[in-house]
């Protein structure tokens, strides 16, 4: 049963364009979202987050936006640069709980 | 300020041995979780322990075991190994007790089964 789900495995996209990349989830329960970046070899890294009250948080390049009716959640980064170049996990925050739910991860290519 | 490290970074064991990672936290951060990533099932939740005790357990079998010392330091253990064990194990260290705090994570174990 995947609650969080990433359906593109991979993008790819021009230097300076906008990359968007999606998550669905379909646990009314979660009340954080995440976005993990995950270079070969190392840990994911946090990016952003949001809680399940608000519908858009911002951090310089980097906006999550929520739409909780569809149960949807995405991630823009623009401009895109080729450090961007990585894999990207959803993941979702069950109330109550320190416990993670994560999506299969999106691997992002920004193309010079 | 130390990240989260992770020993041994990687690990060849055979069908039916068993094993222990083990995973230091950063200075400070009391709550220890571990994920398994696998290619197929991606990350999965494996347990989370704060002061020594285990609070939130994943779905996974008995095989799978933790546990916390009183300097936060985890050791995951698991026993009678499978080839389907082969993963990434990772390990996040978090600041909070209660609530929400962003998990560190560190670079992982890379443990192959044969």
């Known amino acids: 049963d995947q609650q969080v789900k990433q359906n593109s495995p991979s993008l790819s996209v021009q230097e300076g364009r906008i990359s968007i990349l999606n998550c669905d989830y379909t646990?009314?329960?979660?009340?954080?979202f995440l976005w993990y970046k995950k270079y070969p070899a190392e840990g994911p890294t946090f990016l952003i987050s949001?809680?399940?009250?608000?519908d858009k948080n911002e951090d310089g390049r980097f906006t999550v936006f929520l739409n909780k009716s569809a149960k949807h959640l995405s991630l823009h980064i623009v401009p895109s640069q080729p450090g961007d170049s990585a894999v990207y996990f959803c993941?979702?925050?069950?109330?109550?709980?320190?416990?993670?739910?994560f999506g299969q991860g999106t691997r992002l290519t920004i193309n010079p | 300020k130390a990240g989260v490290t992770q020993t041994p970074r990687y690990l060849i064991k055979t069908r039916g041995q068993q094993v222990t990672l083990s995973c230091s936290p950063i200075?400070?951060?009391?709550?220890v979780s571990w994920y398994q990533q696998t290619p197929g099932q991606g990350l999965q939740f494996l347990f989370e322990?704060?002061?020594?005790?285990?609070?939130n357990k994943g779905n996974f079998p008995g095989r799978f075991s933790g546990r916390q010392f009183s300097n936060s330091r985890s050791e995951m253990n698991v026993s009678t190994l499978e080839l389907g064990d082969s993963a990434l194990y990772l390990c996040?260290?978090?600041?909070?007790?209660?609530?929400?705090?962003?998990?560190?994570f560190g670079p992982g174990t890379r443990l192959t089964v044969t």
């Open positions: 993941a979702a925050k069950i109330e109550g709980a320190q416990k993670l739910v």
């Open positions: 949001i809680s399940s009250i608000k």
């Open positions: 646990n009314s329960m979660f009340d954080y």
């Open positions: 200075s400070g951060h009391r709550s």
């Open positions: 322990y704060f002061s020594e005790t285990q609070r």
């Open positions: 996040a260290s978090s600041l909070v007790g209660t609530g929400w705090g962003e998990q560190y």
